[in-house]
């Protein structure tokens, strides 16, 4: 007998008949059925047989190409798999940021606690002056200048704060001793209200709010490096959610999509490395990353969907560095992303406006009184 070979046609063709009279056309016509010199057109029955034939190859392919198998689905599911790769990809892809002057403050000052307000407004609270004493000072500024003061209810500092609700509220800190309050400071009056308690007085933390609630991530207690992530939400009690592998001082936090990023720090044998990320929904900790330096005393901002981790320092007092890196929140890869005009730690650093202002701060010879700002660079 004749071999043949059937090739799948175009699906252009109208309807099964139409695809079924070009599968047809494709196969070629068994000896039986040549037409020959002489005996007049091919049988009826011939064709209607080879007629049935195609329907039924028709059929079979069209069930091979919709089955939960088929080739369709597997490109359909393959595709979906690399569009959601490149909007991934897209959606984290870091900028290099460059560095703009903007003015001086009144007053140089370090380890504030600071937060972003409306209307492209930012508070400093508290902090330690050129002089190494703790103040109660609070400042509130822009990318212009400083608007207006007030003060908190005491000096003090190393504490850290976040904006909930259009309030500020300060977590914790310390003089002497380490301190236990929330408080609230309303930009709308001035007034300064300490409105709850954390389990502990803790001073050293990281800080970073999402939605309506605020994480206090480590810390120190006077005594003992804490390894805890504390949830708080305006009237209610503050609750541990999770704990970090180790217990960290001077963390940089921030928080991007449904995660909180926690970068380097001090732990108790020095200096970290490792990027952790808190899951804001399932509460689970894991280490996405690990710097190619160990920093302490870092700050850290998002924009746009990536976290950028500025400055911070090494175990010694005087090791400041001048790097930025960018930390992709999907993959954990970290690339360079610019530099400070100065090496420098224990500054403020909040998202404004497109851009991530940096206020105050330490280098390796003064406490620094600047306010500038990173912006992506081609701007």
Known sequence: MRKFTVRRPSRSSAGRFGYAREILRTVPTPAFAVRHE???????????????????????????????????TTSRAAHTRRSRARAAVKTAAPVHLAYHAL???????????????????????????????????????????????AALTAPQHDAEAATLGGNVYVFGGGVLTQF????RYEPASGSVTQVGALPAGQ??????????????????DGTNYLNTVVAWRPGMAPAVEAHLPVGLRYPAVAVAG?????????????????????????????????????VTHGMAATLGSTVYLIGGRGDLDTAQTADIWA??????????AGRLPTPTSDAAAMSLGGGIVIAGGQSPTTTLASVGELVPASR
């Open 180 to 183: 236990d309050h929330i408080l």
């Open 258 to 294: 449904n995660g909180l990023y926690i970068m380097g720090g001090s732990d108790p044998s020095g200096a970290s490395n490792a990027v952790y990320r808190f899951d804001l929904t399932t509460h689970q900790v894991r280490q996405i990353a690990t710097l190619r330096h160990p």
């Open 103 to 149: 003015y001086a403050l009144p007053a140089a000052v370090r380890d504030a606690a600071f937060a972003p307000l409306s209307g492209g407004r930012f508070a400093l609270l508290g902090g330690l002056t050129a002089a190494d004493t703790s103040t109660a000072a609070i400042e509130v500024g822009d990318v212009h200048g400083i608007l207006h003061t």
């Open 203 to 220: 001073s050293d933390v990281g800080v970073a709010g999402a939605s309506t609630t605020a994480y206090v991530v480590g810390g120190f």
């Open 38 to 72: 002489g005996r007049g057109r091919t049988s009826s029955h011939v064709r209607g047989a080879l007629l049935t034939l195609a329907l039924l190859l028709a059929t079979a392919l069209a069930v091979a190409g919709c089955g939960s198998g088929g080739a369709t």
């Open 327 to 336: 930390i992709n929140p999907a993959t954990g890869r970290i690339t360079g």
